[in-house]
């Protein structure tokens, strides 16, 4: 026989979500009025803590168990790629195409093909737009998804390939998570035959391996 107090008219969600197991001997367990919580101190069971999922995502519901995700497939993926790096040549061109500018009003050839520089101070300021360019391709990802609100997980291509990165529980990324991800991309999921982006094609939950390192998943906004 239970020992769990009857249900109230009208029921109330199961004591203890699936996959838990029961509170400790003598305690009523979740989900009825004034029931004391079965762990010490009144501290929030696991099953409690997890963010709220963005818009569009199913997230953690009580009693429901692991959300069935709406994972982003591989074509969904390469599309919000090839966008954005066509949004990136469009940003970088700009200040790339000055620096080119000044530094040919400040380097100037002899016959020989001999280079030398005739104004400093332009050679200079082109040596700064390189630079804005080089920021621009390195800020555009993890300043983007870790932004809050509606848009979190989504450059401008992820945006218009309808999907999003989002952390285990389909909640929000932070900062931290947006640029594990994005530098361990950079430097490591390509450098094998491309093999890191290539393994969402059979993972069971569409994960490349930068979205395992940085506890991410990708799914449909």
């Excluded at 050839?109 to 040596?127: L, P």
């Excluded at 990324?173 to 094998?192: D, E, H, P």
């Amino acid at each position: 026989m239970s020992s769990y107090p009857p249900q109230p008219p009208g029921g109330y969600p199961p004591p203890n979500p699936p996959g838990y197991g029961p509170p400790p001997a003598g305690q009523p367990g979740f989900g009825y009025p004034g029931a004391p919580p079965p762990y010490p101190g009144g501290a929030i069971p696991p099953y409690q803590q997890y963010q709220a999922p963005l818009p569009g995502q199913p997230g953690y519901q009580w009693g429901a168990g692991t959300p069935a995700y709406n994972f982003a497939g591989f074509g969904q993926r390469f599309v919000g790629v090839i966008v954005d790096a066509l949004i990136l040549i469009g940003l970088m061109a700009i200040p790339i195409i000055i620096g080119g500018v000044l530094i040919a009003s400040g380097v100037s050839t002899d016959a020989a093909g001999n280079s030398e520089v005739t104004n400093g101070a332009a050679v200079g300021i082109a040596v700064i737009f390189f630079i804005i360019a080089f920021l621009i391709a390195v800020l555009y990802e993890p300043l983007l998804t870790a932004r809050k609100g509606p848009k979190n997980g989504q450059t401008p291509g992820r945006s218009v390939a309808g999907i999003r990165i989002t952390n285990l529980q389909g909640g929000p990324i932070g900062a931290g998570q947006a640029w594990g991800r994005y530098l361990f991309k950079a430097f490591f999921s390509g450098s094998v035959f491309y093999l890191g982006y290539l393994w969402m094609l059979w993972d069971a939950n569409k994960q490349g391996w930068h979205d395992k390192i940085a506890s991410t998943l990708v799914l449909k906004a």
